[in-house]
């Protein structure tokens, strides 16, 4: 769900905040079962009012990913096989390039060590979850659209969402 709105309050220690119109992200379960490797990201409230969301993981030897920019009206979406993607992945860092028949894009992403949150992945076959989701809250995330060589849009988040699950064999 690529800017859904939200509605409603929040009380946090006392403390109430409207959140009508706040914008949000929301995805839905995997199913069953989880990539071995996987990788997630989403910003929004970039300039311009631009959000960009991304996620992949190794699936069968390969790597699908997929990514979506919204730029005011227009969403541009890149995911194989109508599109070239290429990722690459490590601790902390993010780097997807993708190229479809009129746009390509470039998603460029890190967040700090010392801010990461393990969470635990579901393994719904044996009822237990195993700790492996190293999430950041606030990474910072770059985004470049290009059509041709031309840039129609450059923008950064410091408030970026980011994930990579690791292989249970890792953690």
């Known amino acids: ?47 311009g009012d ?33 599109a ?12 997807i390039a993708a190229r479809g028949p009129r746009h390509s894009v470039e998603v460029h992403a890190e967040a700090d060590e010392a801010d990461v949150h393990d969470l635990p992945v579901p393994v719904p076959a044996e009822r237990r979850a195993v700790m492996r989701s190293r999430q950041h809250l606030a990474g910072r995330l770059t985004v470049t659209v290009r059509r041709g060589r031309r840039v129609v849009y450059a923008g950064e988040s410091s408030l970026a969402g980011l994930e990579r699950g690791e292989p249970s064999a890792r953690r």
């Open 50 to 82: 631009a959000t960009v969301a991304f996620a992949g993981g190794r699936l069968l030897g390969g790597a699908p990913t997929a990514v979506v920019v919204a730029l005011g009206g227009q969403v541009l979406s890149w995911a194989p096989p109508l």
């Open 84 to 95: 070239g993607v290429r990722v690459a992945t490590a601790p902390n860092r993010w780097r």
């Open 1 to 47: 769900l690529l800017l859904g709105r939200a509605h409603g309050t929040a009380t946090v220690a006392g403390e109430t905040w409207p959140l009508d119109g706040a914008t949000v992200y929301a995805e839905k379960n995997w199913g069953s079962a989880f990539a071995g490797h996987w990788w997630w990201g989403q910003a929004h409230g970039l300039p």
